[in-house]
């Protein structure tokens, strides 16, 4: 390509023609007004080379010194020198001695996205750098030369102690932002070696709130170029962080990475709330800092505004003449500082160049979740089809056909898009995305319809949610919603009539509710309202988890707010049950538990002779308080008991009491069959048991009650005295009895012998 303007950059070799002053161009005299040579890409390089190995050995040759007699020959010396003297300190910068742009620099080591602690690795590497400079100019070398240099009157003396005096600035420069670096480093560090999206979230305030001191704080960073260079990075390694979190292959397990990539925008979403919450607060300080630099600039004017030039106080003007050097170049250091910190510094917009990283990635997030969540539905679509859920062999076989294509569609967007989260800068992603979402919505028109078709097979509102559910997450989707409007509102009347007839179910029974006749009045009442609130309280839970949407409108806030309305019927009616429950269980309980554990038949002794008959006094009532305690203290009813009643029956409960109970009652009924059979010919035999029976008896009858302590010693005792010692021996005395009779009955062969025997065993002798 040829051009009258030389090129902005070089790719390759060039050739550049230059022609003299004055005459027109011939044939005869191109040679000599027309100067044109080559150069490579690097320029300086080029031009450094040609002058070494060129003109330096032409000028060096006798040949050339008698050629150009009319020029001295150490004036072109002097010349070719300075040329490359000039060439070398140009290159210096070039390569970035001196000269620093993060940006390129930062993009050319540690490529197009780098972090934070990149950016922290090139200011310790230039810091390393300048300091070897510094080292190599302050050695005995170079003083001498920069000595001898001095001597000779040198201007190349001036052109190194200016060198020095950068290679100084600049390394002070850079060891002021190495000192602010030292309190950012720990945050990025724990940023960086952050795993879980919970850690990340906990460092963004206080990373963002070191930034704005930072900010506040560093001359060089609160320059708005220096500043979104540094907001760039840190975005940067939020995006590496969210992507981190999100993980490699996110296709696999599409119901992970749903999660995963809620998780990921949580954290970027979090970073620019953060930021935008401190970008207030540093408008703030941006605001005083400009009112306070304008002030001091206007108090210490000069020229046309020395007129306005405060006299006195903190804002009085103070000449510099006089001053010494160092006094000097600290004054004008100030003011620097100044005008670097107070200057205008607005935070970057949340749209700002700074943040395009971190905007394209969580856009590319959404993309992606949507991705995940249609590949997700359509994977629950597959299970429909495989198990036959449709509804009819035709509506599956359609089913399985319509997930066949969007298998194809899938495999056709993945040849496409090898890393769905790499952001490349092409369109490559949005081309692959754009059809496969075309393909997707004619598949959801289709599905629309089979479900159409489902509908009119099920004319129950539980029926159209159970459909609803086998097409749970396609039923949901925006396309499929519009082509079911129809039908939605079917499953909102249907749904309506329910609660209506619920309702009106209630008001009527409320009053006097079918009772189980297993189950306690109280418990019965309370398991009703249950029954009831269930009946709608399933169908909304699954209304809300699998078709949300159609609780929106009209049709939707009305069915909301008579479901509302039942539920707290229900539960002031629950509430009430419970209430009155509560009041008088321990009254109650108190009473019941307080009964002694047996009682006796009364009888006059005067006018009836009859043995003492004992029975178990336990109420009927008192198990049906305990066993109300049981079942509205667990679940599902979870009631509070009170605390007094609890107490009662802290080891006190219906089982326990049952069998207590059904101890004493063998107990009883051993000793009412012993005060049956026991003759009184007998009796001396056992007179001692007896007695002490009748002393532990009294005992149960007049001091022992269901709460006392020592009831089961007593049954132990009882039980052992009664059932054991006097019941099983009186059975032994009486059946020798009979054996010795029966012998003696059939020994003696005379009538009036056995006689004899029979009275004498009748009155026990």
């Known amino acids: 390509m040829a051009s009258l303007k030389p090129p902005n950059t070089l790719h390759s070799k060039s050739i550049f023609f230059m022609k003299s002053q004055g005459a027109k161009l011939t044939r005869d005299n191109i040679g000599e007004e027309v100067t044109y040579t080559d150069c490579e890409g690097v320029l300086l390089d ?22 150009s007699s009319s020029v001295s020959a150490d004036r072109l010396m002097d010349q ?3 040329i490359t003297a000039n060439a070398e300190v140009s290159s210096g910068y070039i390569i970035g001695l001196l000269k620093h742009e993060p ?12 972090g934070p602690l990149d950016e922290l690795s090139l200011w310790e590497k230039r810091q390393l750098m300048l300091h070897s400079i510094e080292n190599q100019l302050d050695g005995p070398v170079a003083k001498d030369i920069i000595k001898n240099l001095e001597e000779a009157q040198s201007q190349y003396a001036t052109s190194f102690q200016q060198i020095k005096r950068d290679i100084h600035k600049a390394l002070k420069e850079t060891n002021d932002i190495l000192q602010f670096w030292e309190t950012m480093k720990p945050w990025f560090v724990e940023l960086h070696e952050a795993i879980n999206p919970l850690d990340q979230l906990r460092l963004l305030p206080p990373i963002v709130h070191t930034l704005l001191l930072v900010w506040q704080y560093s001359r060089y960073y609160h320059q708005p170029a220096n500043f979104s260079t540094l907001l760039r990075v840190i975005s940067n390694e939020i995006v590496h962080r969210a992507t ?10 599409p119901t992970m990475s749903y999660s995963k990539l809620k998780d990921a925008l949580k954290v970027c979403a979090a970073f620019r709330g953060t930021y935008l919450d401190y970008r207030d607060r540093a408008d703030g300080i941006n605001n005083e800092n400009i009112k306070a630099h304008s002030d001091k600039m206007t108090h210490n004017a000069k020229g046309d505004h020395l007129f306005s030039t405060k006299l006195y106080g903190p804002y009085a003007y103070r000449p510099e003449f006089g001053l010494t050097g160092e006094q000097a170049e600290g004054s004008v250091e100030n003011l620097a500082t100044d005008r670097d910190l107070y200057g205008n510094s607005p935070w970057p917009q949340r749209n700002a160049l700074c943040f395009n990283t971190l905007n394209a990635f969580m856009e590319r997030c959404n993309d992606v979740l949507e991705l995940v969540q249609t590949t997700r539905h359509f994977k629950l679509l597959a299970d429909t089809a495989a198990v036959g859920g449709a509804g009819s062999q035709s509506l599956d076989a359609l089913v399985k056909e319509i997930n066949i294509r969007f298998h194809d569609a899938m495999m056709c967007f993945f040849d496409s898009v090898k890393n769905v989260l790499e952001i490349d800068g092409t369109q490559a992603f949005e081309k692959a995305f754009f059809a496969f979402r075309s393909v997707v919505k004619m598949l959801e028109m289709q599905l629309s319809e089979i479900i159409r078709q489902g509908f009119a097979q099920c004319p129950t509102v539980g029926s159209q949610l159970r459909l609803l559910e086998v097409f749970e997450g396609i039923s949901s989707r925006e396309m499929v919603q519009a082509n079911l409007k129809e039908k939605d509102k079917m499953l909102l009347h249907g749904f309506t009539n329910e609660l209506t007839q619920v309702k009106t179910m209630f008001e009527y029974l409320a009053k006097s509710p079918p009772l189980h006749k297993n189950m306690p009045s109280v418990v019965s009442r309370i398991q009703w309202v249950h029954a009831l609130r269930q009946r709608i309280l399933l169908p909304m839970e699954k209304l809300k988890k699998i078709a949300p949407q159609l609780l929106e409108g009209d049709i939707g806030w009305q069915l909301r707010d008579m479901y509302t309305e039942c539920l707290s019927d229900f539960d002031k009616y629950e509430n009430k049950v419970i209430n009155k429950w509560q009041e008088k269980i321990n009254s109650e309980l108190t009473e019941k538990l307080k009964q002694p554990v047996m009682v006796a038949e009364d009888y006059d002794d005067e006018t009836e002779l009859r043995p003492q008959v004992l029975h178990v006094n336990l109420d009927p009532n008192l198990l049906l308080l305990l066993r109300e305690i049981h079942y509205l203290s667990s679940e599902p009813f979870l009631v509070a008991v009170p605390t007094a009643a609890r107490e009662l029956v802290r080891n006190t409960g219906p089982y326990m009491l ?11 009924s051993k000793y009412n069959t012993i005060m049956k059979m026991i003759g009184d010919y007998e009796r001396p035999l056992f007179e001692r048991k007896l007695a002490r029976i009748d002393q532990l008896l009294d005992k149960g009858l007049n001091q022992l009650t269901w709460r006392s302590k020592d009831l089961n010693d007593f049954i132990e005792a009882a039980s052992q005295l009664i059932c054991t010692d006097v019941h099983v021996n009186l059975d032994i005395v009486q059946s020798n009895s009979r054996e010795i009779t029966e012998a003696a009955l059939g020994w003696c062969k005379g009538t009036t012998t056995s006689i004899l025997l029979y009275c004498c065993y009748s009155a026990g002798t």
């Open 658 to 668: 049952s069998v207590l109970a059904t101890r004493l009652e063998t107990i009883v």
């Open 46 to 67: 080029d031009i450094d080379l040609v002058t070494r190995e060129v003109f330096l050995p032409l000028l060096c040759s006798d040949e050339s010194q008698t050629k």
């Open 244 to 253: 981190a979190v999100i993980g490699e292959n996110v296709m696999d397990d």
């Open 80 to 82: 070719l020198h300075r």
């Open 103 to 114: 940006v390129e620099d930062l993009e050319r080591i540690y490529g197009k996205q780098p």
